[in-house]
């Protein structure tokens, strides 16, 4: 099984709302990841997770807050975002983070919308 | 830091016809190269890669070279189908470093 699953596929939600995404994977790998991807861009890494634990944050703000409740689910809880935060938000997965031969494999994405 | 140049397109093409996509990059080390392919409305999927100088990869009739001497690794496909309509991401992966994409570039194919 070389899939990595996200829900919701879709989110719209209001500025005041509290929502979460969630990703899982089932093929062992032990870094996970999130990526914000504006159209027409590539995407930006948000944050890591290597062996359950929060590796890397590229200075996200805090109304993003990662959780890895074991090493095959990653979840994004979101409160009082903005408008500019609707987005595709992409989960993926490797074998490992910090070797060069480890390719992400990537979720098929949460398309964000902020009211 | 490690960086990637992809041209950016848009680029359009009649079905049958013959692709190429640059991507040139900038690293220390060895690090692996990526394309990866994003379908209209969906997520990224790695459509090739290569781990060491010279190495080619391939899938689907696409093919890149791992070319350390020009620091290049352009993805080819020899026809092209309507199918294949979609934005292509070159990315490369240095040890410690996080994965670094280019900027993509939107393949259109006619019928």
């Known amino acids: ?115 | 830091g490690n960086s990637v140049t992809q041209m950016e397109g848009p680029v359009t093409l009649s079905e049958e016809a013959f692709l190429t996509i640059n991507c040139t990059y900038t690293a220390t080390g060895y690090p692996s190269l990526f394309w990866y392919v994003q379908y209209p409305g969906e997520g990224l999927q790695l459509l090739l890669k290569a781990t060491k100088a010279d190495d080619k990869g391939s899938n689907k009739g696409f093919e890149a070279t791992y070319r350390k001497e020009t620091t290049s690794f352009h993805l080819e496909k020899g026809s092209v189908q309507v199918s294949d309509s979609a934005v292509y991401f070159c990315a490369l992966q240095g040890g410690s470093e996080k994965l670094v994409f280019g900027k993509g570039t939107k393949l259109t194919v006619n019928p």
């Open chain 1, 1 to 115: 099984d070389t899939e990595v699953t996200q829900t919701p596929k879709h989110l719209v939600m209001g500025m005041t709302n509290k929502k979460s995404l969630k990703c899982e994977q089932h093929m062992g790998h032990r870094a996970m990841y999130w990526y914000k991807q504006k159209a027409k861009k590539p995407p930006e890494l948000m944050f890591v997770y290597s062996y359950e634990k929060l590796s890397i944050n590229e200075s996200v703000p805090s109304r993003f807050s990662p959780e890895c409740p074991n090493s095959s689910l990653l979840n994004l809880h979101l409160h009082a975002l903005q408008p500019e935060d609707s987005a595709l938000y992409l989960c993926a997965s490797s074998r490992s983070h910090g070797g060069a031969r480890d390719e992400q494999f990537f979720g098929p994405g949460t398309r964000l919308t902020v009211l």
